[in-house]
Nanobody, 126 residues
Framework: QVKLVEFGGRLVQTGDSLRLLCAVSGRTFGSYSMAWFRQPPGKEREFVAGISWSGRPTHYSDSVKDRFTISRDIAKNSLYLQMNSLKPEDTAVYYC???????????????????WGQGTQVTVST
């Protein structure tokens, strides 16, 4: 059974950098698209970044483009989100997610993803 576990969330200051890790087990990691979502306090879950099962292309929401970078290490079954120039509005619980169909590219809607981690809290102070 697939398992996704996020690591790396913590309290940081405006302008800081942070890297999140999603450890994936229970499947052939390189055959599945992956994405990062986040849920700010009192708001709905939103797409942050995605990477195709082939490694290209990658996609970003307008709010994080040019600041965040999604990447993966197939050998380590790991997905990463490098976050630079963090802002208070980046405060949220961050989730990694994946469809359960290999070689599928789900897009940016949360409903297109079947498997989710438990989330990791990122808080950006002013």
């Amino acid at each position: 059974q697939v398992k996704l576990v996020e690591f790396g969330g913590r309290l940081v200051q405006t302008g800081d950098s942070l890297r999140l890790l999603c450890a994936v087990s229970g499947r052939t990691f390189g055959s599945y698209s992956m994405a990062w979502f986040r849920q700010p306090p009192g708001k709905e879950r939103e797409f942050v970044a995605g990477i195709s099962w082939s490694g290209r292309p990658t996609h970003y929401s307008d709010s994080v483009k040019d600041r965040f970078t999604i990447s993966r290490d197939i050998a380590k079954n790991s997905l990463y989100l490098q976050m630079n120039s963090l802002k208070p509005e980046d405060t949220a619980v961050y989730y990694c997610a994946s469809p359960n169909t290999p070689r599928m590219i789900p897009g940016q809607a949360p409903g297109g993803y079947d498997d989710w981690g438990q989330g990791t809290q990122v808080t950006v102070s002013t």
